[in-house]
């Protein structure tokens, strides 16, 4: 006999077991059922207090008070044992009927109330046996025939895949909603071109990919891309996640994947696209945790259905990840994912192609230039330029405005860069000023470096959890290399406002702890990954390898090389950040006028833009050309008097 029909077997034996228990349960356990010669007995004493007769049984209500001497011990603990009906003391008992002519009279002699019951033996076989039977074979019949053709593995479903089907109307995508990847865009045309005419590319013999794998940062519009393809295709788009293949059941994710097959093939032509590739193509055997093995039969499983697939049947297999480089080989070779499709970030053209695709049904006013806010937001992907967009319609709206105008794009970007304002947060004199050097600090820097980016503004407003205070940089333009002397730029900015805190004050703040991290990073990048120490030499150190689009946590290598190589790191980029400290430190004494006028407005106005800060520029620069001019030829300008707070660092 065949394992299924075993299976079918004892799934019915277990049913009627099942109702055979239940009609116990229901009809024995609440009701207690004794001989008519005890019913009698009750009867005689008084206790019986209501009856129901019928054909077969007498059902009565008993008072069980004073009865314990009446009826035999275990006929009493049974009644004893069953649920009380009316009245702490009231129990219901059956008895078999007894052709008694005399039970009538007795009855009305006690003072019963009693009435007739017609019972039909088919009725209760039918309530009891036939309706739950036949509610239980229409249940089973419909799972099977959900299940089938699915095999045993998809018994009730837990094996079916689970990907979701999108027609081309409910994908509602096309290639113009897609702005920024254009060289991704022009990769997919020749899969939307064999989708719609296969014979074009058969006739000349050609094999279109049987996979393209997307890859890219999040919030690149890897999903979006995937979608627009099937748009512009016009075919049916399985969608589904890396993630729900695996369940803990063994064996499930092998399933789905056939059963995705499957129901691809019967919708050819199509796109299966599975999304977050990385939670089921993990590399075979990067963990040793054995609890992997599912995991791993779902992949095996992908590999085979991939491997056996026929690219000529009109099956396009997409997939996205943001962590390509932890992918299994076998999934990247030839014949599986042939094509990779890599999504960068946008550039100022593309974020500007991508703000006008967002902002078509926004109302703008007629001073928002889009490309502007593009040179406002670099390394901002797809995602965030529609979050920008959003944000200052929100803004916009929450301030009455018919339109949504450039100060409100403003908003929007630091609110997603620096995290909401919150201006109602409690302050002292003491430590708003010491923000508001520090900043100053940063910016009085960055506008005496050659290398460095512009300051666009400064603002001492609380922001988000834990900062005080920015200074935001926007570079004129898009940048992919940095000179180790542009690097050294940063660097001195960095430590700007740690500098300015120690002239002022002669005493340091906690506020520069970002700072420090960020400045210590790039020291050590410079001389373990970019050569850009004299006394290491071109050799690289560092091996630990972060992902190209995706920054994760990654637990210590061993080094590979000495303790002294590792002494020797430790005190280049110690020596990197000490020449950049002395560095800035000549800088802001030799500025520091421009720096107490830069904190002053910032206390005053808490906000200074660019033209604020080009304008205070300019009169300090005219002041000092002033009292150059008036110095004795040969002879130093004297140094102006220290305000205040200078003459209190010391």
């Known amino acids: 006999m065949e394992r299924k029909n075993q299976l079918t077997i004892w799934y019915w034996v277990a049913v009627i077991g099942l109702l055979i228990g239940m009609q116990y349960y229901l ?28 054909q077969g049984t007498i059902n009565a209500q008993v008072d069980v008070t004073g009865t314990k001497d009446l009826l035999p011990a275990h006929e009493y603990q049974s009644l004893m044992s069953t649920p009380a009906t009316s009245g702490p003391q009231m129990r219901q008992i059956v008895t078999d009927r007894v052709d008694d002519p005399q039970l009538t009279a007795e009855l009305q002699a006690a003072h019963v109330r009693y009435s007739g019951a017609a019972e039909s033996p088919w009725l209760r076989m039918l309530i009891g046996w036939v309706v739950p039977i036949a509610l ?21 479903g837990v094996g079916q895949s689970k990907a979701k089907l999108y027609t081309e109307s409910k994908t509602g995508v096309r290639f113009a909603d897609v702005a920024g990847i254009d060289e991704a865009k022009q990769e997919l045309e020749e899969v939307v071109q064999f989708l719609r005419n ?47 293949f695996v369940e803990m059941f063994v064996g499930v994710g092998a399933a789905r994947v056939r059963d995705l097959f499957a129901q691809a093939q019967q919708r050819a032509p199509c796109i299966i696209f599975i999304d977050e590739l990385d939670a089921l193509g993990k590399a075979r ?51 599986r994912f042939d094509r990779h499709v890599a999504i960068d970030r946008p550039d100022i053209k593309g974020r500007e192609a991508i703000l006008k695709v967002h902002a078509k049904n926004v109302v703008l006013s007629p001073e928002v230039d889009l490309a502007v806010v593009a040179a406002k937001t670099p390394g901002f992907a797809g995602a965030d330029l529609a979050n920008i967009v959003n944000e200052a319609a929100l803004h916009a709206a ?22 909401l304002e919150k201006r109602n947060r409690v302050m002292n004199a003491k430590e708003k000023e010491t923000v508001a050097y520090h900043e100053a600090g940063h910016a009085v820097v960055a506008e005496n470096r050659a290398h460095a980016d512009r300051v666009n503004k400064i603002s001492i407003i609380p922001r988000g959890i834990g900062a005080l205070g920015y200074t935001q940089q926007l570079p004129t333009e898009d940048r992919y290399l940095l000179k180790r002397s542009e690097l050294l730029d940063r660097l001195d900015v960095l430590l700007g406002g740690r500098v300015a805190e120690e002239l002022v004050y002669g005493d340091v703040s906690t506020g520069a702890q970002d700072d420090l991290q960020r400045a210590t990073d790039m020291a050590r990048h410079m001389v373990t990954q970019y050569g850009m120490s004299e006394r290491l030499g071109q050799v690289a150190f560092d091996t630990m390898r972060s992902g190209p689009f995706l920054t994760v946590p ?93 003459r209190r660092s010391g």
């Open 27 to 54: 009809l024995s356990s609440h009701v207690t059922t004794i001989p008519y010669s005890d019913f009698k007995t009750l009867l005689a004493a008084g206790k019986v207090t209501q009856a129901t007769v019928s």
């Open 136 to 156: 239980i074979v229409l249940l089973w019949s419909w799972l099977m025939r959900r299940g089938a053709g699915a095999g045993p593995g998809l018994m009730m």
């Open 198 to 244: 296969p014979e074009r590319f058969r006739g000349l013999g050609g094999k279109i990919p049987k996979g393209v794998l997307i890859v890219g940062a999040p919030g690149t519009g890897k999903t979006l891309l995937a979608k627009a393809v099937a748009g512009e295709a016009g075919v049916p788009f399985l969608s589904i996640s890396g993630s729900e």
């Open 285 to 335: 055997g990067i963990s040793g945790i054995t609890g992997n093995d599912e995991r791993e039969q779902t992949l095996n499983q992908l590999l085979v259905q991939m491997d056996g697939f026929d690219s000529q049947s009109g099956v396009i297999i997409l997939a996205a990840t943001n962590r390509p480089e932890i992918l299994d080989p076998a999934l990247l070779r030839p014949g």
């Open 398 to 419: 929450r301030e009455n405005k018919k339109a949504v105008e450039p100060k409100d794009f403003d908003e929007a970007i630091d609110r997603v860069i620096a995290g």
């Open 554 to 646: 990654q637990a210590p290598q061993q080094m590979n090389y000495s303790e002294e190589t590792a002494r020797i790191i430790d005190e280049e980029v110690g020596r990197l950040i000490k020449d950049a400290h002395d560095r800035v430190a000549q800088t802001l004494t030799e500025e520091r006028e421009v720096l107490e006028a830069l904190a002053r407005l910032l206390l005053e106005k808490e906000v200074v833009d660019r033209a604020s800060l080009d304008a205070l520029l300019r009169e300090h620069r005219n002041a000092s050309s002033v009292a150059a001019a008036a110095a004795p030829s040969g002879e130093l300008t004297p140094a102006a008097p220290l305000g205040p707070r200078a």
